[in-house]
Antibody, heavy 116, light 112 residues
Framework: EVQLVESGGGLVQPGGSLRLSCAASGFTFSAYWMTWVRQAPGKGLEWVASIKPDGSAKYYVDSVKGRFTISRDNTHNSLYLQMNTLRAEDTAVYHC?????????WGQGTLVTVSS | DVVMTQSPLSLPVTLGQPASISCRSSQRLVHSDGNTYLNWFQQRPGQSPRRLIYKVSNRDSGVPDRFSGSGSGTDFTLKISRVEAEDVGVYYCMQGTHWPPTFGPGTKVDIK
């Protein structure tokens, strides 16, 4: 069974940083693109970033380019999202998801709150 | 970016009755590999999204057969043949053909 478990969320001040992690199990992690998707409170879904299976290519939504970095550790079946210079509008539940265009499995998410 | 629109945004339904959600894209969703990457997700209250349908009309494992997807080009539809209480939630369409992947605004389904 595919399992994706996010961690690392919390309350952070504007301009601060946070690193999210996603522990994957139940599938061959190194064979899949991986994605972060976020959902602001009471709002819809927004794709944030994706990374190729070997980590050689990374893609971001325009609003986070230059501030967020997606990475992965295939040895430890883990996905990461380093978030810097956080803004109030980054407040959301961040979900780790397997694949991209045909994404099929999502974690429960971790809440990031950016507020002073 | 490809803009996804859904209608209606709110859908009150009677238990046992059918329901239909429309999703339209601002560009055709046929990929160069011949596939159309149009997915449907269900998000029940307090839960993370769950994929129901992939590539327009393929049901995911464990999804009841009362859910069906159809469409082509820029127009797609999710149908529930007979709504059950557990179907309450928000339904999103998502395109994965063009970068970046984009989602519709969601359709909230509840019981009348």
């Amino acid at each position: 069974e595919v399992q994706l478990v996010e961690s690392g969320g919390g309350l952070v001040q504007p301009g601060g940083s946070l690193r999210l992690s996603c522990a994957a199990s139940g599938f061959t992690f190194s064979a899949y693109w991986m994605t972060w998707v976020r959902q602001a409170p009471g709002k819809g879904l927004e794709w944030v970033a994706s990374i190729k299976p070997d980590g050689s290519a990374k893609y971001y939504v325009d609003s986070v380019k230059g501030r967020f970095t997606i990475s992965r550790d295939n040895t430890h079946n883990s996905l990461y999202l380093q978030m810097n210079t956080l803004r109030a509008e980054d407040t959301a539940v961040y979900h780790c998801a397997r694949a991209v265009g045909d994404t099929d499995s999502w974690g429960q998410g971790t809440l990031v709150t950016v507020s002073s | 970016d490809v803009v996804m629109t859904q209608s209606p945004l709110s859908l009150p339904v009677t238990l046992g009755q059918p329901a239909s959600i429309s999703c339209r894209s601002s560009q055709r969703l046929v990929h160069s590999d011949g596939n159309t990457y149009l997915n449907w997700f269900q998000q029940r209250p307090g839960q993370s999204p769950r994929r129901l349908i992939y590539k327009v009309s393929n049901r995911d494992s464990g999804v009841p057969d009362r859910f069906s997807g159809s469409g082509s080009g820029t127009d797609f539809t999710l149908k529930i043949s007979r709504v059950e209480a557990e179907d309450v939630g928000v339904y999103y369409c998502m395109q994965g053909t063009h970068w970046p992947p984009t989602f519709g605004p969601g359709t909230k389904v509840d019981i009348k």
